[in-house]
């Protein structure tokens, strides 16, 4: 039996909460603008996922890849649901 794609479903839906609850704490604390950094840092990581000849570890630096990269687009996001009032905002 295989269980690689049971694992790594379960290491996304991690990854996702884990990031979710981040972006939150990121955009409370430090500011929005570091959307640049994720967008950099999941454009970095998609790199060296192509530099790996293995399967499961250019697949998990791809996944890390692109979760990153699309936590810099849910970073502006999140500035809007703070003006929105959905999420507290930092005085």
Do not use: C
């Not at 690689?4 to 909460?17: P, V, W």
């Not at 454009?43 to 998990?60: A, E, K, P, Q, R």
């Not at 890390?64 to 999420?87: C, H, M, N, P, T």
Request: hydrophobic residues 60%; positive net charge.
């Amino acid at each position: 039996m295989n269980f690689t794609g049971i694992i790594f479903g379960i290491g996304i839906i991690l990854l996702i909460g884990l990031l979710h609850i981040l972006i939150i704490k990121i955009e409370y604390h430090l500011s929005y603008r570091l959307w640049v950094v994720f967008a950099v840092f999941g454009l970095l990581l998609l790199f060296v996922s192509t530099l790996f000849n293995d399967d499961v570890v250019s697949i998990m630096f791809g996944i890390l890849g692109a979760l990153v990269g699309f936590s810099a687009y849910e970073l502006i996001l999140q500035r809007k649901r703070v003006e929105k009032g959905w999420f507290p905002k930092r005085k």
